[in-house]
């Protein structure tokens, strides 16, 4: 196995010769591709889960929870799994976690069983904590740091394409002909709608057998593919120097930091995709109109990544394109407070623009010059990702106790937030805090 690193040089500082980045950059962006695909499955599970498993609202969003719950739960163990590993052998080892995963779905839908779907969700979840754990800072460091975000907004138009592609297959195979179904359950005996019911919850098992199938062949091709691995345990004399007494990741400042941010951002932008329709509706907005709204979230966020990949580090940098988003993503919130109806609405829907370009800089500035501490760093990082299953929790108490506007100001402390970091938090690298 090949080392990409030398004494003089450090994790963040690592570039592959030519042939070996480009094949790299294909594995990791068909392994972003997984991401998106597996995690937009799950605004097709919601609903159909809660038909086929008799469950009330509170039950069916059970099903974001399980998959979500599970980066905060197994982010310190898959850096555990990533230090034995390392970075190749840990995304073959997500790869088949979520796999397991997968499989889990065959006899929960044979026996209708709702806390076996459950449980695959979460398996899930675990193996993509893992992959992701491996993959971000893989991708960060595989390259010239300065242009980090690039590489990664690249990734980002890959988990959006599949993000969009995932709900349109796996709906069409589970949710047709459901709402003739619901309509039917009312008039059918227990016996009947038992069958009924037990006929739907089979729809899932050649999907996910496919799905499986083909994970377990990534996993395969990606172990066996020559991806080069990062050393992150050496550390050049700069880094070392400046590590030197450190025993625990929470004495990097800028990590702790950036992984308060991450969890922010999640949070504000898995709100911005999940409750644009139902605000949309609470602003008069016809239901079909509004539920075009996620997709206008999605491309926004598609153009944002792309105008990273063309203005990162050409024109901006890491941080400050961090800054303008989040500039952005307050004048969006405050424009959705401040307004009505549709252009209200598309505030929320901005928001995606807004948020594009966060994980790209995030990630690499909070991990900068972790040397030994990169996988524990990175790991924490993606239990930040927990964010997206506690902030939307909050915003829906908040409507509760306001109204579906007023609880969007909620977001602006969180993006204030994520700019302190982009302009100020990423440099407090020297400070020591003994744990």
Request: glycine content about 8%; overall charge neutral.
């Amino acid at each position: 196995m090949s080392k990409i690193m030398s004494s003089a040089s450090s994790p963040s500082q690592v570039q592959a010769p030519q042939t070996n980045y480009t094949r790299a950059m294909a594995i990791i962006g068909a392994l972003f591709f997984v991401f998106g695909f597996v995690t937009w499955l799950n605004s097709v599970l919601i609903p159909y889960l809660k038909i086929a498993c008799e469950l009330n609202n509170f039950e069916a969003f059970l099903v974001t929870f399980a998959f979500y719950i599970a980066y905060l739960v197994m982010g310190v163990p898959a850096a555990w799994l990533l230090k034995k590993t390392g970075f190749k052998k840990g995304m073959s080892a997500g790869l088949l976690i979520i796999a397991v995963g997968a499989l889990i779905f065959i006899p929960a839908a044979m026996t209708r069983t709702y806390a076996l779907f459950l449980l695959g969700l979460f398996v899930q979840g675990t193996g993509l904590t893992v992959l992701q754990a491996a993959v971000n800072p893989y991708v960060s460091i595989i390259g010239p740091p300065e242009s980090a975000a690039k590489r990664i907004s690249f990734m980002g138009i890959c988990n959006k394409i599949a993000g969009s592609a995932a709900p349109f297959i796996l709906g069409s195979i589970l949710l047709v002909g459901t709402d003739e179904l619901v309509a039917s359950l009312e008039t059918m005996d227990a016996a009947q709608k038992a069958a009924g019911l037990d006929a739907l919850a089979s729809r899932v098992i050649s999907p996910y057998l496919f799905i499986m199938v083909a994970l377990l062949l990534l996993a395969v091709f990606t172990y066996f593919s020559g991806l080069p691995e990062i050393d992150t345990e050496q550390e050049n004399e700069t880094v070392a120097a400046a590590n030197t007494g450190k025993t625990s990741v929470f004495q990097f400042p800028h990590l702790v930091i950036g992984v308060i941010s991450l969890f922010l951002y999640v949070g504000v932008e898995v709100m911005a995709g999940d409750t644009v329709i139902n605000y949309a509706s609470s602003q008069g907005v016809p239901l079909e109109e509004a539920s075009r709204y996620t997709t206008f979230t999605l491309w926004a966020m598609v153009i944002g990544y792309s105008i990273g990949i063309g203005a990162i580090p050409k024109y901006l940098s890491q941080q400050r394109a961090l800054q303008i988003c989040a500039i952005l993503g307050v004048i969006f919130t405050l424009m959705a407070l401040f307004t009505e109806g549709s252009v209200s609405v598309l505030s929320i829907s901005l928001l995606g623009l807004a948020n594009s370009l966060m994980w790209p800089t995030i990630f690499p500035l909070a991990i900068a010059d972790l040397g030994r501490f990169t996988k524990i760093g990175s790991s924490l990082l993606i239990m930040g990702i927990a964010g997206g299953a506690l902030l939307p929790l909050l915003y829906g108490f908040l409507v509760d106790v306001l109204n579906p506007q007023s609880a969007y100001w909620m977001m602006v402390p969180c993006y204030l937030f994520i700019w302190y970091f982009a302009a100020i938090g990423y440099k407090i690298r020297t400070r020591k805090v003994n744990l």
